[in-house]
């Protein structure tokens, strides 16, 4: 079985992923480790030194390699995976388990205040400015989250609760 996780940075992916598959047994698979474990580099220097587009197209890579190599994994995707090079296509149609971990603005600014740092794309903003950058890129990127086959509200569930969840709605 394969199962992919989706959702905006710091809705959970990875805590959910790893939970997971410890409770199913498949193994866990974290697309941004994935990267960084390939290139042999972090994905904020190669936001630094290579620029975004060329961390896409190694993200479109690896995705579409998993897929092809792998029948029996949880993936956890990077928040802007789904959003490019037609990567949301390919794994609705490689599977019929991708979940959106959906989280409110409120929600994920609260997260992200204490984890902005290791993340390229909010790093340099100011706490003031976290609520209005989310709210807008999670409306530019919902059409995207949108397409998942299963939807998860995760405000104000536990990882477990999310996980007894998850596991009710595979078919
Ligand atoms: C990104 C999310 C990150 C990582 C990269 C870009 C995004 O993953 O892939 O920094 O575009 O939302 P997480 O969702 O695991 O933070």
Redesign the pocket.
């Known amino acids: 079985m394969r199962i992919v996780l989706i959702?905006?940075?710091?809705?959970g992916?990875?805590t959910v992923g790893t939970l997971l598959s410890k409770e199913l047994g498949y193994d866990f698979l974290d697309?941004?480790a994935y990267i960084e474990e390939a290139m042999g580099t972090t994905?904020?220097n190669m936001?630094v030194e290579k620029g975004e587009i060329f961390?896409r197209k190694k993200?479109h890579f690896f995705l579409k390699k998993i897929f092809e190599e792998k029948n029996d994994f949880i993936l956890?995707?990077?928040?802007?995976?789904p959003?490019y090079s037609g990567n949301m296509e390919t794994m609705v149609a490689e599977t019929k388990e991708v979940f959106y971990l959906k989280v409110s603005i409120a929600g994920l600014v609260d997260r992200l205040y204490k984890e902005k740092d290791d993340?390229?794309?909010i790093k340099d903003l100011s706490p003031s400015e976290l609520p209005e950058f989310i709210g807008k890129h999670l409306f530019e990127r919902n059409h995207f989250y949108a397409q998942a086959h299963h939807t998860i509200i995760c405000d104000a569930k536990s990882p477990q609760e999310i996980v007894e969840e998850i596991k009710k709605k595979l078919a």
Do not use: A, Q
């Open positions: 959702g905006y940075m710091g809705s992916k990875s697309l941004d994905i904020s936001f961390f993200e956890s995707t990077g928040g802007g995976t959003c993340r390229p794309l």
